[in-house]
């Protein structure tokens, strides 16, 4: 597995029931472009019933959405300004769904007065992969046999003690 890049996507808009479905595709679209293909149905399943609370709930329809991937978590936000619906008062159901669909998720107030609902998911490594040990691979002598004593060839073994007996005549 390569490194990953660390990534981010922030999204402004304005709930409607057809926006939802736009939504949905768009975060599909970026979550496959960083190569998480695995999580693309369970993101989009749950950033698409906080949406629908949302749309259903809330006076003010403008809402955030936000992505980071980190190459071991991803973590998706969605944060929007009612003053109308408090994170403890949201449905019950939504937030089941998340919980059971993500591996942590949590809430908190902005400022504004509205919330921020954030979920995540640790990166699974090769997931598909089963978990079998690798044959090791071999030791370099088991991989590189010993050099073996070859006999020089005859002449070659000759013309070198002619030359060293030459030298020492000369000296």
């Known amino acids: 597995?390569?490194?990953?890049?660390?990534?981010?996507?922030?999204?402004d808009v304005e709930v409607s029931p057809e926006r939802v479905g736009q939504v949905r595709r768009i975060?599909?679209?970026?979550l496959r472009y960083w190569n998480l293909e695995i999580l693309v149905e369970s993101v989009c399943h749950c950033a698409e019933a906080l949406l629908r609370t949302i749309e259903e709930h809330a006076?003010?329809?403008n809402t955030t959405i936000e992505m980071w991937w980190n190459g071991?978590?991803?973590i998706a936000a969605v944060s929007d300004n009612n003053q109308d619906i408090r994170p403890h008062k949201a449905p019950q159901g939504c937030l089941a769904q998340i919980a059971a669909l993500s591996d942590g998720w949590g809430c908190c107030a902005t400022d504004a007065g509205g919330k921020i609902i954030w979920f995540s998911w640790r990166a699974r490594a090769a997931e598909r992969?089963?978990?079998v040990p690798a044959a090791p691979a071999p030791s370099l002598r088991e991989a590189r046999q010993a050099p073996r004593q070859m006999p020089l060839p005859e002449p070659a073994l000759a013309g070198f003690r002619d030359d060293t007996e030459e030298a020492v005549a000369v000296r």
Do not use: E, G, S, T
Not at 1 to 11: D, G, I, R
Not at 27 to 30: C, E, G, P, S, V
């Open 1 to 11: 597995m390569k490194a990953a890049v660390p990534c981010y996507y922030h999204l």
């Open 72 to 74: 071991q978590h991803l």
């Open 129 to 131: 992969a089963p978990l």
């Open 59 to 61: 006076a003010d329809k």
């Open 27 to 30: 975060l599909a679209a970026h």
